[in-house]
T-cell receptor, first 115, second 114 residues
C-alpha cells in the first residue's frame, strides 16, 4: 500500500530486554516522526528526522531510547533495558512530501507490552 | 511543556445530531490539525488549518482556526454510526513550512447511537 507501515504490529517482551520497532514511511516523504501513545492519552512526540538526521530528539524520555534513519527512508526505534512503563503504542508518522505541507500521516502503530 | 485542553472528553449522541468539540492552548500554533482514531489503528488526518480565522470543510466536517491562534473547533453535522471514534486536535509549531512535532490533546470519544 501507499501508507506508512510499521512492524511488528505487536511486541511482547520481558523487562530488561532490547527491542527494535521499524517504520516504513510514505515514499518521497522527507520527514519522519515517532510518537508514543499511552492508554486514554493523545500521542506524545519522541523524535523527528529530516532526511537522515535527527532534527529534534527532545521527546526521548531517557538514554535507553534511540532511533536511526540511516538512508533517509526506513527508521528504527530502539529501546534498551525495557521497563514496564515503556508499554504503549508506538506510532510513526511521515510528512514533508510534495503538496503535504505540514501534514503528518500516521501508521497503524506497534503495541509494545513489557512484562 | 505545551498543553492542549480538548473538550468534551466524551460525547454520547443520537444518529443525525450535530457534534461540536474544541481545543484550547496556552501557546500559539501556526497549524491546527484534526485527527480521528479507531481502535487498534493510527490517527487519520481529517482537516488541516493553516491561517488564523480559517474555516475549512471536508464533507460533513467543518473546522476553524481561532483568530488568537490558541484554539480550534471541529463540527460534525448529521452524525452517522461510522463517526464513532476518538477525535484528536493537534497543534504544530511556530515555523511556517517547518515540519515540526505535533502537540496533541487528550481526545474526545464520540459514541453515536443509531
Amino acid at each position: 500500500g501507499a501508507g506508512v507501515s510499521q512492524t511488528p504490529s505487536n511486541k511482547v517482551t520481558e523487562k530488561g530486554k532490547y527491542v527494535e520497532l521499524r517504520c516504513d514511511p510514505i515514499s518521497g516523504h522527507t520527514a519522519l516522526y515517532w510518537y508514543r501513545q499511552s492508554l486514554g492519552q493523545g500521542p506524545e512526540f519522541l523524535i523527528y528526522f529530516q532526511g537522515t538526521g535527527a532534527a529534534d530528539d527532545s521527546g526521548l524520555p531517557n538514554d535507553r531510547f534511540f532511533a536511526v534513519r540511516p538512508e533517509g527512508s526506513v527508521s528504527t526505534l530502539k529501546i534498551q533495558r525495557t521497563e514496564r512503563g515503556d508499554s504503549a503504542v508506538y506510532l510513526c508518522a511521515s510528512g514533508g512530501g510534495r503538496g503535504s505541507y505540514n501534514e503528518q500521516f500516521f501508521g497503524p502503530g506497534t503495541r509494545l507490552t513489557v512484562l | 511543556g505545551q498543553q492542549l485542553n480538548q473538550s468534551p472528553q466524551s460525547m454520547f449522541i443520537q444518529e443525525g445530531e450535530d457534534v461540536s468539540m474544541n481545543c484550547t492552548s496556552s501557546s500559539i500554533f501556526n497549524t491546527w490539525l484534526w485527527y480521528k482514531q479507531d481502535p487498534g489503528e493510527g490517527p487519520v488526518l481529517l482537516i488541516a488549518l493553516y491561517k488564523a480565522g480559517e474555516l475549512t470543510s471536508n464533507g460533513r466536517l467543518t473546522a476553524q482556526f481561532g483568530i488568537t491562534r490558541k484554539d480550534s473547533f471541529l463540527n460534525i453535522s448529521a452524525s452517522i454510526p461510522s463517526d464513532v471514534g476518538i477525535y484528536f486536535c493537534a497543534g504544530q509549531g511556530t515555523r511556517r513550512g517547518g515540519s515540526e512535532k505535533l502537540v496533541f490533546g487528550k481526545g474526545t470519544k464520540l459514541t453515536v447511537n443509531p
